[in-house]
């Protein structure tokens, strides 16, 4: 087991707390002078920093409790790995951010400075929906393989939606993925992406996460997640995403933090273009191809002008590839989804056909194998 310092050590003890993370922490020491000191303290001086009563608790009971060093001889065994801090691997990037974690927790194959290098270099950030639509698809694979082509190594969240499909893009295109968890490293969420989260691992990337690695999803922890994102970025792509999508707080996590912002425009009547389109009104730069961003940041694709997808297809950006139908009936349904994923009743509305039609329709549409229904919602294939 390797030799764990004190101040590494109650940074640890301090991240397993629900309700104290860094700028309570941050409040603690500046009190107590060290992590240790204030992990020790007293129960009746602790309270008299301030802390709410419900963290003052939670800290007691896991005080009571936890056996700091048998606990961190069990996340090595497991193979977890941890950076704090002040440990001289601590990504540079995340450092400079406003209240960064205090300690990080990893699942990969990479040493502690080889994952220094793969966090501090190229690096960024793509967000978006998790209801992806067949348009976000196109346009978030497209960027991320100009990317990765590049050299950008990419960081994303593994949600459903536009996070997997970077994730999955840059493994495709052998390039080096990083995935930040609102859980811990050891929870697999969203389950359906188990076969990822191993993928990313053994390709070289990483999973982090700032949370204990046993912690299950908890609410409110998402936003917390996206400043790592962005923090660990030098710029923020999103490609689409509702008014009310995740991604325009970590788009807002990173104009805090000073990095830039892209954002991919999208149809106007589509509600999943409305968050990148708001961004875009709010000054973030557009992007309609890759060499937007590259130019932007500076960079020099050296391998193509344009994006190359694994099967060697050279795929200039737009590229919108719209399905076909063998009715106008059918067309104006397929037109529809390529914007964006609909559920039947929508469809009603939308098409003006009786329910009864567009059953039929649709039906023919995924015998057709070019419709998929999820329940009621209605997608692309």
């Known amino acids: 087991m390797r030799e764990v310092d004190n101040d590494e050590k109650y940074f640890i003890a301090f991240s397993l707390v629900p309700g104290i993370g860094p700028a309570r922490l941050k409040l603690l020491i500046d009190y107590f002078g060290s992590a240790q000191k204030a992990w020790e303290a007293g129960e009746a001086v602790i309270n008299q920093v301030g802390l709410p009563k419900d963290a003052l ?7 009571q409790k936890l056996n700091l060093d048998q606990y961190i001889a069990n996340l090595e065994k ?3 790995k941890i950076l704090t801090f002040n440990n001289k691997f601590y990504p540079k990037h995340l450092k400079i951010i406003p209240n960064p974690p205090n300690v990080l927790y990893l ?7 080889e994952f220094f290098n793969l966090a501090s270099g190229k690096n960024l950030g793509v967000v978006g929906t998790r209801k992806i639509t067949t348009y976000g698809k196109e346009i ?18 593994l949600a459903l939606g536009v996070d997997g499909m970077a994730h999955q893009t840059t493994i495709d295109c052998n390039g080096k993925t990083i995935a930040v968890l609102g859980a811990g490293v050891e929870v697999v969420y969203p389950r359906e992406h188990a076969d990822l989260y191993r993928k990313i691992i053994a390709t070289g990337g990483a999973i982090i996460s700032e949370v204990a690695p046993e912690k299950f999803v908890a609410k409110g922890i998402f936003p917390a997640r996206n ?17 009310d999508s995740g991604s325009l707080i970590t ?7 000073g990095r830039e912002v892209f954002a991919v425009p999208g149809p106007i009547n589509s509600p999943m273009a409305e968050g990148t389109n708001y961004l875009l009104k709010q000054g973030a730069k557009l992007v309609t191809r890759v060499e937007d961003i590259l130019e932007e940041m500076g960079v020099t694709n050296k391998a193509s002008n344009s994006a190359r997808l694994p099967d060697g297809q050279v795929t200039q950006l737009p590229n919108k590839n719209l399905p076909k139908g063998e009715t106008p009936q059918e067309q104006k349904i397929l037109d529809l989804l390529y914007h964006e994923n609909l559920e039947f009743d929508d469809l009603v509305v939308k098409t003006g056909f009786a329910a009864g039609e567009l059953t039929s329709i649709l039906t023919n549409l995924e015998l057709a194998r070019k419709v998929h229904a999820n329940g009621l919602v209605y997608s692309l294939i």
């Open 251 to 257: 788009a807002r996590a990173a104009l805090d933090q």
């Open 107 to 113: 699942k990969t194959n990479l040493s502690t400075e």
């Open 57 to 63: 608790t939670e800290f007691i009971n896991v005080r």
């Open 227 to 243: 400043r790592i994102i962005s923090g660990l970025s030098q710029a923020l792509l999103v490609t689409e995403g509702a008014i």
């Open 140 to 157: 978030t694979a497209n960027l991320v393989a100009g990317l990765v082509s590049a050299g950008f190594v990419i960081t994303s969240g």
């Open 78 to 80: 497991r193979g977890v």
